[in-house]
């Protein structure tokens, strides 16, 4: 078992930056990919990015990609969404989420969710 706790949204004007972060427990926190999700008010959840077992290999949505990162901290059990340049259109609840397989850009494959988080960007 694999539990996840999100942090770190709320309200930002466009251009600003925001962290979250996705605190993990249970399983050895090493042993899977992690991804970060998110779902805007009345449509489908969609990836954002993801990170593998280790940290060494990384992906993006093409619409985040320049201006989020993605990290993990071993020692913390922590992954981390730094959001640079956000965009009204980033408004959404985010969630983090486990792989126990392979890094991977479809929620099917994701065996354990966090409750999520908000985050609104205002124009």
């Known amino acids: 078992q694999v539990q996840l706790v999100e942090s770190g949204g709320g309200l930002v004007q466009a251009g600003g930056s925001l962290r979250l972060s996705c605190a993990a427990s249970?399983?050895?926190?090493?042993?899977?990919?992690m991804g970060w999700f998110r779902q805007a008010s009345g449509k489908e959840r969609e990836f954002v990015g993801g990170?593998?077992?280790?940290?060494?290999?990384?992906r993006y949505a093409d619409s985040v990609k320049g201006r989020f990162t993605i990290s993990r901290d071993t020692t913390k059990h922590t992954m981390y969404l730094q959001m640079n340049g956000l965009k009204p259109e980033d408004t959404a609840v985010y969630y983090c989420?486990?792989?126990?397989?392979?890094?991977?850009?479809?929620?099917?494959?994701?065996?354990?969710w966090g409750q999520g988080t908000q985050v609104t960007v205002s124009s």
């Open positions: 989420a486990a792989d126990l397989s392979s890094l991977g850009v479809d929620e099917k494959k994701y065996n354990y």
């Open positions: 990170i593998n077992w280790n940290g060494s290999s990384t």
């Open positions: 249970g399983r050895t926190f090493g042993g899977y990919a």
